[in-house]
């Protein structure tokens, strides 16, 4: 566990949630986007294409690092490291996750919004956590509150984000990516227009000069 590197976030900190409904949509919606920059993605297990289209993107996608959303069980967590994901992102936490974490050299995102959440999570091991639903949860407010009593601690807040609020979210110290689905237009994708997507990813590459230098890379 200690051994775990966040780094790929650096170059990289806007990260899109995608939920494949059509696994034909896989691979030119990832190669749509990273020609746009942005190369994390992170696709969700909540359509049955989820795990495929991690084995596809991995496979056929030059430049992609793919990882894993909307974890829920250790089961599922097995599931998406066998299909080829890189990190693994969960909506919320459980003991279950984290002793499955622990064992690997993964990157974990476990959920965490209340600061019992959070400090679970941190007594667990896990330095770099999930911030879900953002926008309801106290938003960027709520995440540079954290920054009191748990200094050492970093989030990646999804939920409501998009290309207009995001940078609030970037410039605080204490956040060292976003996501959201704002990346991946349902309409886009179903009629193929991927240098649209592709446009998108550019101006959300652009959000990373947000970020602040204080904390990253300390991970
Ligand atoms: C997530 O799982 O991170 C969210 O579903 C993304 O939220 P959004 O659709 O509001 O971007």
New binding site residues.
Partial sequence: MNSVSYAFLNNAPVIP?IAIENLDHAVPLAEALVAGGIVNL?V?LRTEHGLKAISLIRDQVKGANVGV??VCSANEFDAAIDAGANFV?S?GQSDALFERALLTNIPFFPGAVTATEVMAAKEAGFKVL?F??A?TSGGAAAIKAFAGPFADLQFVP?????LENASSYLSLSNVRAV????LTPRDAIYSGQWDDITQIAREASELGAYLGEPLHGSC
């Fill in positions: 949630v992170e969700t959303g909307t992102v909506p999930k879900f639903p926008s999804t939920g409501g984000i998009n996501g959201g689905s704002w």
